[in-house]
Structure formats: C-alpha cells, structure tokens
C-alpha cells in the first residue's frame, strides 16, 4: 500500500509569488488534513476535508491560502501571493475514518521557503 | 481549548542510556494523548497513544508514556535508546473533536550519542 506522498518535496520561491502544494492520499481515504509547521515551532491544524468538502477550515491563516480536493482524490493547497512567513513545512495526513481511533497517516511533508 | 508543552526542545543522550522526553498538557475537557516521532527526512508516524484504560502505554519499539492526570503530563521514556532512536519527538492531545483538534507540541530533538 503507497503511503501519502506530497510533491514538491522542496520549494523556495521568492516573497509575492504563487506556490501549489499537492497531497496524494492513501488509495480510500475520505479523510484529508493539512498541517503547518512554521520555524520550527508546534505542528498546527490547517483544514480537513472529508471526500472532496472542507470539513473545517478553521486553521487556515488567511484568503492568501487556498485548499482544494476535486473529485475527493489529491488534494492541492495554493499560496498567493506567498509572504515571508508562509515559510515552513506543510504536511499532509489521511485517515479512513473521522474517529479518534482511525490512525493518521503523514507525508513526509514539504518544506516551503519563501525569500 | 487545549495546550501542549514539550520543554526540551533537544535531548542528547548516549546510547544504552534511558531518556525521558517530556510533555505537559492542558485541557478543560478529557483528553487523548499520543506521541509521533519524525525520522529524518520522513513524515510523523504514530509513535504510542492514550485513549482510556491503563495509563501506561508502549510501543512496539520499547518507548513508554504514562498519563498522569493529576499532574497533567504524558512524558516518553525508553530505558536503553539506540542510534536508530535519533529523530524528533512530538507530544500531542485532542478532545472529543477529532484528529483535527489534535494539538501538537513543539517536538523534542532526541540525538542519541555513539
């Protein structure tokens, strides 16, 4: 079984600029979640999406980022315009069920820079 | 709303040694408690965790952590670490909302010295 993967694995592009991050799920997963970890400080929520429907974006910083999940597949967060404190390490987990009990499973995350 | 503490952000330690990574939570409600660890290069993987029961918990490579509710802690112990140990730890907690509630710490380096 292919675990999450997320492309690119690097990226550094300058202040201003747009950034798409992908996430590929683990093959039936409806669960779908995002996550931040800015200079190495606490690994924050960011949304969750349950099939192709943003299930809560509550930890979304600001309209700057944008989230999607067409067709409840891959799912894709964009930057624009990025600002220097989007930097950091974006990771992405799937799991099968909602529940407490329903274990996440990461990517191995990508590292955004942003000069 | 819930917190999570990890004072150490670094722990060396020689290997066959024990080490202790700490973790303090707070929470007005019942929590679940876990901790992941990250490889290098790799993502986080589920490391042990707390749901209800025993309070103490294992896991498959020798790490355990026990919920003391009392003094609202859920620290890492491993009684001899080896090489292969070195990654960074995170202490994290949810409520009843789900992995999107979960709450991570701000993760422990554990480098374990040849």
């Known amino acids: 079984e292919a675990g999450v993967t997320q492309f690119p694995s690097h990226s550094v592009i300058e202040k201003g600029q747009t950034v798409t991050l992908r996430c590929d799920p683990i093959?039936?997963?409806?669960?779908l979640y995002w996550y931040r970890r800015v200079m190495g400080k606490e690994i924050k929520f960011l949304l969750h999406?349950?099939?192709?429907?943003?299930?809560?974006e509550s930890g979304m910083p600001n309209n700057r980022f944008l989230a999607e999940r067409t067709g409840g597949t891959y799912s894709t967060l964009k930057v624009q315009p990025a600002e220097l404190e989007d930097s950091g390490v974006y990771f992405c987990?799937?799991?099968?069920?909602?529940?407490?009990?329903?274990?996440?499973?990461f990517g191995n995350g990508t590292r955004l820079t942003v000069t | 709303a819930q917190s999570v503490t990890q004072l150490d952000s670094q722990v060396p330690v020689f290997e066959e040694a024990p080490v202790e990574l700490r973790c303090n939570y707070s929470?007005?409600?019942?929590?679940?408690l876990f901790w992941y660890v990250q490889y290098p290069n790799q993502g986080l993987q589920l490391l042990l965790k707390?749901?209800?029961?025993?309070?103490l918990v294992e896991s498959i490579n020798g790490f355990e952590a026990e919920f003391n509710k009392s003094q609202t802690s859920f620290h890492l112990r491993k009684p001899s670490v080896h090489i292969s140990d070195t990654a960074e730890y995170f202490c994290?907690?949810?409520?009843?909302?789900?992995?999107?509630?979960?709450?991570f710490g701000t993760g422990t380096k554990l480098q374990v010295i040849p």
């Open positions: 929470s007005s409600v019942s929590v679940y």
């Open positions: 707390y749901l209800s029961g025993s309070t």
């Open positions: 987990a799937s799991s099968q069920g909602r529940g407490i009990n329903s274990p996440l499973h």
């Open positions: 994290a907690v949810s409520g009843s909302g789900g992995y999107q509630k979960v709450t």
């Open positions: 999406f349950v099939k192709e429907s943003k299930q809560d």
């Open positions: 093959s039936g997963h409806d669960n």
